[in-house]
């Protein structure tokens, strides 16, 4: 007679060893928080707006923050409608030539294709094939840290599946408003010792004698940017509230 025989399953399961591993979330945004004061060197009063907004591009590729990223999408946008209505009107109503603003203010390169004060009402460009790259160039790095580099921001927030109301949401348009006026604030007390918005001046930037007219197109084409934008949003919950009495008032009648 045969007796039963029981199977003893032996569980195999062990524990992994235990490794090392260091999390570099900390890290990062440590470091994004300080290596932008620091990187691009010069100093934060002693550069012009867009730079600002490139120290935070360096946090941002840090920490990879999706609301500094919808910050980084309107905050370039304003810069650039400001940047290019500035330099579109002073090519086209002012005269000068064009990319007289840029040319200006490239550090490094203005040496070589400018000859003459900076000031001037006319620039006095050097006509050599090495001036005439480096023209070029500056026109070219100008387009990749302007709308090349306002439209990988937008790119990034609709890849996340953001829409445009989203995307401007009320905290990112005063935050990135507040740091704007904060540029000019810091800008009018380090260098008038009072309190103002909208700076005027020759510190920052190498501007034609008609900076302050130059200025002035920059902040009202900003501002034209927040109006729309936030004109679009107010029209977008009235259509949201408009749709939603619609809907309610048929589920009465309904009924």
Same mark, same amino acid.
């Given at each position: 007679? !045969?007796?039963?025989? #029981?199977? @003893?399953?032996?569980? #195999?399961?062990?524990?992994?060893?235990?490794?090392?591993?260091?999390?570099?979330?900390?890290?990062?945004?440590?470091?994004?928080?300080?290596?932008?004061?620091?990187?691009?060197?010069?100093?934060?009063?002693?550069?012009?707006?867009?730079?600002?907004?490139?120290?935070?591009?360096?946090?941002?590729?840090?920490?990879?923050?999706?609301?500094?990223?919808?910050?980084?999408?309107?905050?370039?946008? !304003?810069?650039? @409608?400001?940047? +290019?209505?500035?330099?579109?009107?002073?090519?086209? +109503?002012?005269?000068?030539?064009? $990319?007289?603003?840029?040319?200006?203010?490239?550090? $490094?390169?203005?040496?070589?294709?400018?000859? $003459?004060?900076?000031?001037?009402?006319?620039?006095?460009?050097?006509?050599?094939?090495?001036?005439?790259?480096?023209?070029?160039?500056?026109?070219?790095?100008?387009?990749?840290?302007?709308?090349?580099?306002?439209?990988?921001?937008?790119?990034?927030?609709?890849?996340?599946?953001?829409?445009?109301?989203?995307?401007?949401?009320?905290?990112?348009?005063? *935050? #990135?408003?507040?740091?704007?006026?904060?540029?000019?604030?810091?800008? @009018?007390?380090?260098?008038?010792?009072?309190?103002?918005?909208?700076?005027?001046? /020759? /510190?920052?930037?190498?501007?034609?004698?008609?900076?302050?007219?130059?200025?002035?197109?920059?902040?009202?084409?900003?501002?034209?940017?927040? #109006?729309?934008?936030?004109?679009?949003?107010?029209?977008?919950? /009235?259509?949201?509230?408009?749709?939603?009495?619609?809907?309610?008032?048929? *589920?009465?009648?309904?009924?």
């Amino acid at each position: 007679m !045969c007796r039963p025989t #029981t199977s @003893v399953s032996v569980s #195999t399961n062990t524990c992994p060893p235990k490794t090392f591993s260091f999390d570099t979330k900390f890290l990062r945004y440590c470091t994004a928080v300080w290596l932008p004061l620091v990187f691009p060197p010069g100093g934060l009063l002693n550069e012009g707006f867009t730079r600002w907004w490139l120290r935070l591009t360096i946090a941002y590729l840090l920490i990879r923050n999706k609301d500094l990223c919808k910050f980084q999408a309107v905050l370039g946008l !304003c810069i650039n @409608v400001g940047w +290019y209505s500035a330099s579109l009107i002073d090519y086209f +109503y002012f005269g000068h030539q064009f $990319g007289n603003i840029l040319l200006r203010n490239v550090r $490094g390169f203005r040496d070589i294709t400018i000859a $003459g004060d900076l000031r001037a009402d006319q620039l006095d460009l050097v006509d050599t094939p090495l001036a005439l790259t480096f023209r070029v160039l500056s026109l070219l790095i100008d387009f990749l840290l302007h709308p090349a580099l306002c439209y990988y921001f937008w790119h990034l927030c609709w890849k996340s599946k953001l829409n445009f109301d989203q995307i401007t949401s009320w905290p990112v348009l005063c *935050s #990135t408003f507040i740091l704007s006026r904060c540029w000019s604030a810091a800008q @009018v007390w380090a260098r008038y010792g009072k309190f103002g918005l909208y700076y005027y001046g /020759h /510190h920052v930037y190498y501007l034609p004698p008609n900076a302050d007219q130059l200025y002035t197109i920059g902040y009202i084409a900003e501002a034209v940017t927040y #109006t729309v934008i936030i004109g679009y949003k107010v029209y977008k919950m /009235h259509q949201r509230r408009s749709n939603k009495a619609a809907a309610a008032s048929a *589920s009465l009648k309904s009924n």
